[in-house]
């Protein structure tokens, strides 16, 4: 520890006690009846909309008209929390009874002690069951929704309701009793929550002076806690970040209090720290977390948003690193919903109604408007674009998404791989080929070289999301542990050792070793050392081939020596169906009776020694929930170095999809040479090292990839991957005198044939006879 670390964290320590010993004095620490210098309703700041200008019921009206779902929505969910239902993480209608109880866990039907915040061991099960059931209740995101809900109707209840929690909640929670004091980040989000409570009744005249005067005595007790108990040292990733924002809209939004104007220059320091530090140079946040990414982004965009209305000077390099984040959702949402990847928290800055995977682009549409990108407009209309913008976001968000063209990305920092196609249908691949998160990887899954894939807009191929952080069972370490992802595991041990529920320890090092994108292709190598801790050290190592409007090839090889069990994982979303058809495995919709939207076939060689099983998995749509998923998986018992390849074909229900072998010998060499066969053509597809000549069948090359399609005996399509020439036969068919980095020939009925090639420009030309082809059978 620094002597600044040390001299935080013994303040705290000591800071905490002497609140207790103030406290059983019978003296308030933070001052909640404490008189304010002005009038609670005294400020010049500006909030998302004005106050006292009728601004808010305006937004509520747009909402009525452009997404009349979503006010139903909040109505009904409204109603639901004045009967005491609540919508809680992934739980639905959890009934708490005609008095709330703050403190327990109605899920798992235990109760947190209340006693001083410091001396409760929240991650303890047995003494408080699942924390994050009871926080995600005192955020108290849902008063925000019965603010929305009276905005809507003009229902007294609504307001009636609110003032009543409100209360009930000081009541049930003097400072420092209880769980809701022991994250300062669960007393940031609260504040958040109030302070919209407070800007969208600013008209209500059903509330009182004192009220406005009693929930600013509140924020005022909750901003004082939060600077004093910031995660400077504990978790300076989302936690001190949502702290900051915390204290910077405080400070913002009430500047009757005294410390207003320190709170504000805190957080907003926090913040643009964070932005340098907390997000890789590529725009990926560095917890390898999706959902943790969007949460930081949306933080980071409503902080940008709060500043500038109050007129700060916004640095560029923030707006630079907000518009990387953006950038990476994005990538990841150009074929649909992006699919997720480490924990999800299951909260959002916002609605935490927001929190399935489909509502990852919600920042999309902040971002379009803030940055005026009509790129970012993945989203379309959303809830919160409207209460932040108001007219500005049915003007920028209402009109037709104009078509974009698709490529694929890579985002070198964070070890994201994005492979997307829309011939025939549109197309995603995503690999995980980054670091496992940052420092013991608390919110990273074990998942290193983990594909996930979508077709034609749905999920196929997921992630299995994170089910929940503390619970009975083994759900933390399954739900992150190497099996419940696409990849490769050996020997029933995860790629790295758990460490607790928040830490791993013995982390892989992962590679891109690999990543070229030309016309027709995309090809991506990568490996990792996660099993190099064992007795006989495994290298994983694994490709990954997209033909263009074609097949997709996995290979998997594990490399090093001995005997090892060998487990590769398929897992498929849970509303799909997997049966075998054929010599395959064919993962449809299980309700799409039409047969409207297509499916993916699963081709490995069965030749290989491998066997294959569908066996049953689980997904977990948000925190808390679990629902059953299929799953294929291929196992081997086998002396490395051994590998496995599957052909995947995006193909409709009943369409034959041929066949798929292996060329040349059996054992694992350096080159592998594939033959995929369809009443089309005949496709061939060799890997290799690259560093030198191979042979393969009738094939030979020095090539790290070669491609060849074959259609009505004649030579329709060559790729080339850092090689020098082709042969088949022993007749040279492409020559150069040094390598090309990639080489690209497609010819068809209705076009001239074309070359590609990417090389020094002052290296020979190339040299093809593709004549030698002609009439083959």
């Given amino acids: 520890m620094t002597w600044a670390e040390i001299h935080t964290r013994f303040g705290q320590h000591v800071s905490k006690r002497f609140d207790w010993a103030l406290y059983r004095a019978g003296i308030e620490r933070f001052g909640t009846k404490e008189p304010l210098s002005q009038p609670a309703t005294a400020t010049h700041a500006k909030f998302f909309f004005g106050t006292n200008n009728g ?46 109880d703050w403190h327990s866990d109605p899920i798992h039907e235990k109760r947190s002690p209340l006693q001083p915040w410091f001396k409760i061991d929240f991650l303890d099960f047995r003494v408080v069951g699942d924390h994050k059931v009871i926080w995600e209740l005192n955020r108290q995101q849902h008063l925000v929704t019965l603010a929305k809900a009276w905005l809507l109707t003009g229902n007294p209840d609504y307001t009636n309701e609110l003032a009543a929690e409100f209360y009930s909640w000081q009541k049930a929670n003097p400072y420092p009793l209880g769980i809701n004091w022991a994250s300062t980040l669960e007393v940031a989000f609260r504040s958040m929550s109030w302070l919209w409570v407070r ?160 509502c990852m682009t919600d920042p999309l549409s902040v971002g379009a408007i803030l940055y005026e990108c009509d790129s970012y407009n993945a989203a379309g209309m959303t809830e919160e674009a409207i209460w932040l913008f108001g007219d500005k976001a049915v003007e920028a968000l209402a009109k037709p998404r104009a078509h974009r063209e698709i490529s694929s990305k890579a985002f070198e920092a964070g070890g994201i791989y994005v492979i997307n196609d829309d011939q025939p249908w549109l197309q995603q691949l995503m690999i ?64 790295a050792i758990a460490e607790g529920p928040f830490a791993w320890s013995a982390l892989p090092n992962v590679k891109a070793e690999t990543w070229v994108n030309g016309q027709t292709f995309d090809f991506f190598t990568g490996s990792h050392d996660g099993y190099s801790r064992l007795p006989d050290p495994v290298l994983h190592r694994r490709f990954v081939f997209h033909l263009k409007g074609g097949f997709w090839l996995v290979r998997d090889v594990a490399e090093g020596q001995g005997r090892h069990l060998l487990d590769i994982f398929w897992h498929f979303a849970p509303d799909l169906e997997l049966r075998e058809e054929g010599r395959g495995l064919f993962a449809g919709s299980s309700t799409d009776t039409t047969m409207e939207h297509p499916g993916l076939a699963v081709l490995i060689d069965r030749d290989s020694g491998w066997s294959t099983e569908i066996a049953d998995g689980f ?85 790290k990839l070669l491609y060849c399609k074959l259609e009505g005996g004649r030579l329709t399509h060559v790729i080339m991957v850092t090689g020098s020439f082709g042969e088949w036969r022993g007749k040279r068919f492409l020559s150069r005198q040094s390598p090309t980095e990639i080489f690209e020939w497609q010819s068809g009925p209705e076009r001239e044939k074309t070359s590609t090639s990417r090389s020094n420009p002052r290296q020979d030309s190339v040299v093809c006879d593709f004549e030698i082809f002609d009439s083959v059978s």
């Fill in 619 to 703: 997904v977990s749509a948000a925190y808390g929930s679990k629902q059953a998923a299929p799953v294929l998986r291929a196992s081997a018992k086998a002396t490395l170095p051994e590998d496995c390849v599957a052909l995947l074909i995006p193909t409709s229900k009943g369409s034959a999809v041929g066949t798929f072998s292996l060329l040349g010998e059996r054992a694992v060499t350096k080159v592998r040479g594939y033959h995929y066969q369809t009443e089309q053509a005949s496709e061939f597809l060799f890997l290799a090292p690259g560093d030198t000549a191979w042979k393969c069948g009738l094939w030979s090359s020095d090539a």
């Fill in 432 to 495: 995980d080929a980054g670091p496992q998160g940052t420092g013991n990887s608390g919110h990273g899954h074990a998942d290193a070289l983990s594909i996930r894939f979508s077709l034609d807009g749905r999920r196929i191929l997921v992630d299995p999301g994170t089910g929940c952080y503390i619970c009975e069972g083994e759900d933390r370490n399954w739900f992150r542990g190497t099996g419940a992802h696409n990849t490769l595991r050996v020997d029933n041990l995860d790629q």
């Fill in 55 to 100: 601004e808010a019921a305006h937004r509520a009206a747009l909402l009525r008209t452009h997404m009349p779902h979503v006010a139903d929505a909040i109505i009904h969910e409204a109603d639901d929390i004045l009967r005491h239902e609540f919508h809680l993480l992934g739980y639905e209608k959890i009934r708490l009874g005609a008095t709330i």
């Fill in 199 to 358: 800007s969208l009744l600013a008209d209500c005249p059903g509330l009182t002076d004192n009220f406005h005067g009693d929930i600013l005595r509140a924020l005022q007790a909750h901003g004082r806690y939060v600077e004093r108990y910031l995660s400077t040292y504990f978790s300076p990733n989302t936690h001190l970040l949502g702290e900051a924002v915390a204290l910077f809209f405080l400070g913002t939004l009430c500047q009757q209090l005294s410390a207003a104007k320190r709170w504000q220059q805190e957080g907003w320091r926090i913040v643009l720290e964070g932005s340098e530090r907390q997000v890789r140079s590529d725009g990926v946040y560095f917890e390898q977390s999706l959902y943790y990414h969007v949460y930081a982004l949306d933080f980071f965009l409503q902080a940008r948003l709060l500043a500038s209305e109050n007129g700060f000077a916004i640095p560029k390099q923030f707006d630079n690193v907000l518009r990387r984040m953006l950038d990476v959702v994005r990538a990841l949402s150009e074929a649909g919903a992006p699919e997720g990847f480490g924990d999800d928290d299951g909260g959002r800055v916002f609605n935490p109604r927001r929190n399935r995977t489909e």
